[in-house]
Each structure stands twice: as C-alpha cells, then as structure tokens.
C-alpha cells in the first residue's frame, strides 16, 4: 500500500514497531496491535472512549495519526497499573460502584490521571472541567468523582504505584 | 479507514511554507491538532492528497507578553491559554472561552490556528480575540503580512488565507488598566457542547467615559462578527442601563441567526440581547467598583 511507514512507539513502557499507513488513527493502531483496552466510540473527539497520554498528556487517539508520533511514548489505561497491582485510580474505580457498562471507563481514567497528575488536589469543579471531553451515560458522574477523589487521597498519601 | 493520503512532516516554518507552496492543485491541507480535520476526512468532505504536519513546529507554539502586546503562537494549544495565568488574568474573555472549548483531550491539541480557520461561526475562541482587537500574522514564502482579525472572514467557512500561507501568530494590544474584558457561551452544557450563541465585550473607560468598545458576536450570523453600531451607541458616553440597553438592541439587530437544531432563530437573537447587555453591565459594576 503506498504511504507506508514505519514507526517505533513505545507502547505502556515497552518499544514497538510497526508499520502503518499515513491515514491510520492512533486508535486503528492500537487495537491493531491488540491493545483492546483503547475504545473506539464516537471517533469525533466528543466522548472520550479512546483518551490515551502521549508522552503524559491526554489526547483522543481516534483524532490523532500515528504517523506524527514516531518515538512517542503512549500510555493506556492498562499500562498505568504494575503488573497485577492495579494504580489507585484504577482500584477505586472498581472499589466504588463507578463503572457500570465500563465502556467509557478506560477514557474516564486517562483523564483522571491527566488531571491529577497536573493537580493532585482538585475540586470537583476541577474535574468537571477535566472530564467534561468524556462521556458517560450510565453513572450520572457521581460515583466517577467520588473515586476520582478517592484515588487522588490515596495518591498525595503516598500510594501512587504507578 | 479514511481515503489515502500521505503525512509530510516539516520540522520547522520554512519547510513548511515550502510544503504549502508546492501546492499546484490545492489538495495539500495543513494539519495542526487535527480535532477538526481529522473528522472532517471522516465525512468524507476533504479529499487531501498531502497533509504539512505541523506538530514538529514547535517555533509556532508560545505565549508571549511583552512591549505592549500578547502574542499567541498558531501552534499554542487551549490547554495552553488555559495553564498560562498571566494571560488569564489579562484576558479572562479568552480564559472563559478555552474553558468552555470542547473536552480536555481536544483542548490539549486544538491549536488557536486551527480554531481561526476552521471558519465556523461558533468557533469559541474568535469572539474573545475579535473583542481584545486581536490581529493574525500570516506568512508565506513570499513575505509576511499582518490582517485584523476583523478582516479576515469573508463569509461562511471562507476566509483570505491563500493556498501558499500559514498562520503564524496572533496578537492583541494588553488591555489598558481599568479595561474589562468577558465572554459567555450559551449551550446546552458548559462543556463538549457547540454554542449556541457567544457574545464577547471589551470596554476601556476614560473616567467616566467609555473611551473604546468593542462586541464580538458568535454563532448568530454566518461568520463571527463584530457589531459595530451597537458599540456606537457607546463611545464618548457614560455608560447606564438606559444605553446599554439600546447597544443590547442594536446587538440584536447587527446579529442574522438561522433556525437549526441547536435553536430557533429567534431565541438566538433573543439571546443575543440578553448576553450583550449582561456583560455590559458587568463591566460598568466592574469599573464602579474599581472606582471606589
């Protein structure tokens, strides 16, 4: 196919190539290369299924060509955890009833260490601001911030394992 | 999978005039944050053959205050306006507007070029920076040259940046002390929502005297504008309710909504009203209380 590329990302701390072509998401990439944990959902950048960090900032992959990120570092929502040790956000999410069908929940926790790795002591108004780019339509919120929170104490104790 | 193209990757402005320049059959597209275009290449309504990928252009994205102006790189992100606190605090109709653009993830790529040339009229960040008197840089291989915001839409989606130029910066003066500057945003939601209608003011005051004006409308005409007979009304006046009240009718006037899903037409105008006299009259509270 013309307009094929090679590219190194690292991909949850470890190095992979691949080869893609000039019109693929970083989205198509990564579920390419199995990395399910990444949602596709409105592909518009209005839901926020697909937040990954590049190189620790939060964007949304599905607006996103691969071809620009050669030797970027990206983090899903499965890499932020150590192994089997899941990463405080992850914990309380599971902990507090804050995810229900669970598919916007890989997005809702990029966003959420997005924010709290700029402010680790944010406002609820802090995290509606944070989290207005993702949508979720079965837990009114509520019980997101509530973990989100939750998490963030765990983090400023000290707890942040990932 | 979108329709093929190929991703050229400059790695600063020269190369990527020469890109743009090398344009013959107008199929080459810059590519910035891509919160706009990518979705627009999923419609199906570009058809690029090339894409100038901006990303590696890092000589476009700063923020700048200094001898009498703030200057905005075409690269600055509004994640990037919404962390610089100097700019915030000169500029709260910009803050307002990045805090209320899209989600996070959009803000922390969508770039304030990207915004301006996308060209629609409920672009958030327009009606601020046409009320801070905000001017664009525009640069080709050929030269540079410098057009008032106010200028540069020439109707719907259609604006005067030729196939050979970039955006390179934007700029407005600081505003003077005692000035104010607001926006406000109707939507249905404070965030990831597309506006209803925008109306950003800036006032300057002489004394007592409104001594400059300017009322920035978005999203109730076919591009944003500025509505100059109501800001008149005002200048050389002290203002009071019974004028603002006027200019907020005159705003009505100078706004052509359309019906759409977001609205009605008349509810747009309505609002048009409502918002412009709001946020004067903040700003006459603003300038009594900074008096006493």
């Known amino acids: 196919m013309a307009n094929e590329k090679s590219i190194t990302l690292e991909i949850n701390g470890r190095r992979r190539e691949t080869t893609i072509t000039a019109n693929q998401t970083l989205l198509e990439v990564l579920r390419g290369l199995e990395y399910f944990d990444v949602k596709s959902g409105c592909e518009k950048g209005d839901c926020g299924a697909c937040a990954v960090l590049v ?25 932020l955890g150590k192994g089997e040790q899941l990463h405080p956000l992850q914990k309380a999410f599971t902990e507090m009833g804050s995810i229900q069908c669970g598919y916007c929940t890989p997005g809702l926790i990029i966003a959420a260490k997005s924010i709290l790795d700029e402010n680790p002591d944010p406002t609820d108004d802090d995290l509606r601001l944070g989290l ?21 104490k765990v983090m400023r104790d000290g707890g942040e394992q990932g | 999978m979108l329709a093929e193209f190929e ?57 700048k205050i200094d001898d009498g102006r703030v200057s905005l790189g075409a690269g600055t992100t509004v994640s990037d306006v919404l962390k610089h606190r100097d700019l915030c605090t000169l500029a709260p109709a910009l803050a307002e507007a990045a805090t209320v653009f899209a989600g996070m993830m959009v803000r922390n790529t969508a770039t304030l070029a990207g915004n301006l040339c996308c060209g629609s009229p409920a672009a958030d960040l327009m009606p601020p920076l ?25 109707g719907f989606k259609n604006n005067q940046l030729q196939r050979d130029e970039l955006i390179t910066e934007i700029s407005f003066p600081i505003p003077p002390k005692g000035a104010t500057n607001a926006f406000y945003k109707l939507a249905r939601r404070k965030g990831d929502a597309i506006t209803v209608a925008g109306v950003a003011v800036a006032v ?4 007592g005297i409104c001594s400059a004006v300017r009322i920035a409308l978005g999203a109730v005409a076919p591009t944003v504008l500025r509505a100059r007979e109501a800001e008149n009304i005002l200048i050389g006046k002290a203002l ?13 006037e100078e706004s052509s909504p359309i019906d759409d899903l977001r609205a009605s037409a008349d509810y747009r105008r309505h609002c048009v009203g409502v918002l412009t006299k709001r946020l004067l009259t903040n700003a006459l509270e603003l300038k009594s209380q900074g008096n006493q």
């Open chain 1, 55 to 79: 190189d620790g900032i939060a964007v949304d992959s599905c607006l996103t060509f691969a071809a620009t990120l050669d030797d970027r570092s990206i983090t899903t929502v499965s890499g």
């Open chain 1, 132 to 152: 207005s780019g993702n949508l979720c339509r079965c837990t009114g919120y509520t019980r997101v911030f509530d973990a989100i929170q939750s998490a963030a």
């Open chain 2, 240 to 252: 009071s309710s019974e004028l603002i009240a006027e200019a907020a009718a005159q705003a009505i």
């Open chain 2, 7 to 63: 991703i050229l990757s400059p790695a600063n402005l020269d190369e990527a005039l020469e890109l743009v320049a090398s344009d013959a059959t107008g199929n080459v597209r810059p590519l910035s944050g891509g919160t706009n275009l990518v979705v627009d290449l999923r419609a199906g309504g570009e058809a690029p053959t090339s894409l100038v990928s901006l990303c590696g252009v890092a000589e476009l994205r700063y923020i």
């Open chain 2, 204 to 207: 300057e005051f002489d004394g």
């Open chain 2, 130 to 154: 046409l009320a801070l008197g905000a001017e664009l840089q525009l640069a080709s291989k050929a030269g540079q040259r410098v057009l008032p915001l106010d200028e540069f839409y020439l």
